[in-house]
């Protein structure tokens, strides 16, 4: 054999090679691409794995296409065991907490986004919400077995446990903005007092509306209450079982998240987008801050109100864009 038939072969192998990792690059690309909307975060995988392989004007495509799609993600946080079905932010912004279907709750680094720490196992199932005490010393969880538990957040010990029945599941739980009081939904509303006032009875019945979510009102001298049928708000200064429908969500609702200073409301839509509302004027100000085709069951702002995490991932991300693809593999 030849010298130059030796060049000859080589060549054409490597032209094969090449020709198989294009090939592999376009259908990953389109892979991601057909990802967007379902699994954003598989998408943008799929799509720098493309990339990696050949940048293929297919690959650059499918790349700038996911990053535009969710130019306002900063990171996603997944435990490979089990789903994420509740997230909360405690109000230094120094953790982020999760809840499992197995019933775990783990805790992770609210700027690294690693995990940092986990409960001890009480929940005989899992998670259905969370929420932090507005001072960050306290972690209420509630389950899907009818149970919500106060936790000490440094010791990471249990101090109360309201409920207990598997007859209904805890459906959310929210504090007031003083820490006096928590509010748990499971078939109606109850606001449980924490801090010796006389309040500790069923606030309201919500006509068989499921309750999906719940938060209080800056004054303390309301709920807003997300049901399947509609949001709903109501008075804690009044007897009576007085509810008002607002016109946010005229096909129902899955989370709430209220930003710290009281004038954002996060609003999860059953069309899978999360709608911001400015509560001073009660307009909308953003009808897709995020979509993902899973929806979003969880919504919580961290404490300046500058980011949002949704269960569903979690996705943690910005309320203002970040340009992530000067971090990742783009053509030169």
Not at 134 to 160: C, E, F, K, M
Not at 209 to 234: H, K, N, Q, Y
Not at 291 to 312: M, N, T, V, Y
């Amino acid at each position: 054999m030849t010298a130059d038939h030796e060049r000859f072969l080589a060549a054409s192998a490597e032209h094969e090679r090449d020709l198989r990792l294009r090939a592999n690059s376009q259908r990953l690309a389109s892979l991601g691409l057909h990802q967007i909307e379902r699994a954003p975060d598989l998408a943008l995988l799929l799509a720098a794995e493309a990339y990696d392989l050949a940048p293929t004007d297919e690959a650059r495509n499918a790349l700038l296409s996911t990053l535009d799609h969710q130019s306002r993600l900063l990171t996603w946080i997944k435990d490979p065991g089990s789903d994420i079905r509740a997230v909360a932010y405690h109000p230094a912004g120094t953790l982020l907490a999760t809840g499992l279907s197995d019933g775990r709750v783990l805790f992770w680094d609210g700027v690294s986004h690693q995990q940092v720490g986990a409960l001890p196992d009480k929940h005989t199932d899992g998670i259905s919400c969370l929420a932090f005490s507005p001072d960050g010393h306290q972690l209420a969880t509630g389950s899907y077995d009818g149970s919500v538990i106060l936790w000490d957040v440094n010791s990471r010990r249990d101090q109360r446990t309201f409920g207990g029945s598997r007859r209904i599941w805890i459906e959310s739980v929210a504090f007031s903005r003083s820490g006096g009081m928590l509010t748990i939904a499971a078939g109606g509303v109850t606001v449980k007092a924490l801090d010796g006032r006389a309040v500790d009875r069923p606030i309201f019945h919500t006509s068989g509306a499921s309750v999906m979510d719940l938060v209080f009102t800056p004054d303390e001298e309301s709920l807003l209450i997300a049901s399947v049928a509609s949001l709903m708000r109501g008075s804690l200064a009044s007897t009576a079982d007085e509810i008002e429908i607002l016109p946010f969500a005229p096909d129902g609702c899955e989370s709430l998240a209220l930003s710290p200073d009281g004038v954002l409301l996060a609003v999860g839509l059953p069309d899978a987008m999360v709608a911001l509302w400015d509560m001073t004027t009660e307009t909308r100000r953003e009808a897709d801050l995020y979509a993902d085709g899973g929806g979003a069951l969880c919504l919580a702002f961290s404490p300046d109100g500058q980011r949002h995490a949704e269960e569903h991932g979690v996705a943690v991300e910005s309320r203002h864009p970040r340009a992530r693809a000067r971090n990742l593999p783009c053509p030169g």
